[in-house]
């Protein structure tokens, strides 16, 4: 079955410094993938739509300097978050679209914990 | 006001019973509604994936049910058990992208 996984499953970071957290299609190819953050009890909020070899397209009011976004093969999206602060903890959730079937699959997530 | 509704926002049921969770929405134009679930602190599995002309589905003791024509969609656990213990996230899709419902909690006691 497909299958996406996210790397850190867990961080903790100090505020001003920056976490990068990756996405991979273990076994399929994903031209285009998809950022979510969760925050406690809510439901999943799209930030951006990575997309293979071109600039990322972010939802309102997600700053693209502060998550910069980078799908640099069909297999892998990495999000960094940049000058982390306390407000940025959250988990965060990828999934990646199957070329062939456009079906979408879902990360296990990262928690980011900001202190 | 989000385009796909949930409710309740949250159950609590014994193990064993019965429940059913609802999905309302207004997202159009409509090209599926998919159920999943989500346990604390990881992504959501997909459970059901339904299309216009699709009135039922089930997986296992899952049995998802869509009207179409009054935009609405319900989630019926049966026999649950503590394992069941998640949020269930309703998302439809139209052409484009997919809309996601705040979920129910869902809660099984023994």
């Known amino acids: 079955g497909a299958v996406v996984s996210q790397h850190p499953s867990w961080v903790i970071c100090k505020s001003g410094t920056s976490v990068k957290i990756e996405c991979r299609s273990l076994d399929f190819q994903a031209t285009t993938m998809f950022w979510y953050r969760q925050f406690p009890k809510q439901s999943l909020m799209l930030m951006a739509t990575s997309n293979e070899g071109s600039k990322a397209t972010y939802e309102q009011g997600v700053e693209k300097d502060k998550f910069l976004i980078n799908h640099a093969s069909l297999t892998l999206s990495t999000l960094t978050v940049t000058s982390a602060h306390p407000e940025d903890s959250s988990f965060y959730i990828c999934?990646?679209?199957?070329?062939?079937?456009?079906?979408?699959?879902f990360g296990p997530g990262t928690r980011l914990t900001v202190t | 006001k989000n385009q796909v509704e949930q409710s309740p926002q949250s159950l609590i049921i014994l193990e064993g019973k019965n429940c059913t969770l609802q999905c309302n929405y207004t997202v159009s134009p409509f090209s599926n509604l998919r159920w999943y679930k989500q346990d604390t602190g990881r992504g959501p599995v997909s459970l059901t994936i339904?299309?216009?002309?699709?009135n039922t589905k089930s997986n296992g003791r899952y049995t998802a049910t869509l009207d179409a024509d009054t935009k609405q969609s319900s989630l019926h656990i049966t026999a649950s058990q503590l394992s069941d213990s998640a949020s269930y996230i309703c998302?439809?899709?139209?052409?484009?992208?997919?809309?996601f419902g705040a979920g129910t909690r869902l809660t099984v006691k023994p």
């Open positions: 339904m299309t216009f002309s699709e």
């Open positions: 998302v439809v899709s139209d052409n484009n992208d997919m809309r």
């Open positions: 999934s990646a679209r199957r070329d062939l079937t456009y079906e979408q699959y």
